[in-house]
Nanobody, 123 residues
Framework: QVRLVESGGGLVQAGDSLRLSCAAS????????MGWFRQAPGKEREFAAA????????YYSESVKGRFTISRDSAKNTVYLQMNSLKPEDTAVYYC????????????????WGQGTQVTVSS
């Protein structure tokens, strides 16, 4: 049974940094893309970043490119999202997700999801 557990969210001020973690278990994720999505109140869930577990290729949305960095530690089966220069508009629940095969920005194309972790950025 695949399980994704996010951690690391919190309340920070604009300009601060946070690192989110996603502990993955239940299978080998070789060949999977791992993604981070976020959902602000009243808005649709949106893609933030993804990484190909096997080769480490990364993908970012325009809104986070240059500020966020996705990475993975295969030994720990954990995916990270380093978030720098945070802005109030980054406030959202952040979700980790996993998808076999090619990467995607579409949430419905991801098979597995974590429960989410809240990130709040004050101005």
């Amino acid at each position: 049974q695949v399980r994704l557990v996010e951690s690391g969210g919190g309340l920070v001020q604009a300009g601060d940094s946070l690192r989110l973690s996603c502990a993955a278990s239940g299978r080998t994720f070789s060949g999977y893309h791992m993604g981070w999505f976020r959902q602000a109140p009243g808005k649709e869930r949106e893609f933030a970043a993804a990484i190909y577990w096997s080769a480490g290729h990364t993908y970012y949305s325009e809104s986070v490119k240059g500020r966020f960095t996705i990475s993975r530690d295969s030994a720990k089966n954990t995916v990270y999202l380093q978030m720098n220069s945070l802005k109030p508009e980054d406030t959202a629940v952040y979700y980790c997700a996993a998808r076999p095969g090619g990467w995607s920005t579409r949430a419905h194309e991801y098979s597995y999801w974590g429960q989410g972790t809240q990130v709040t950025v004050s101005s």
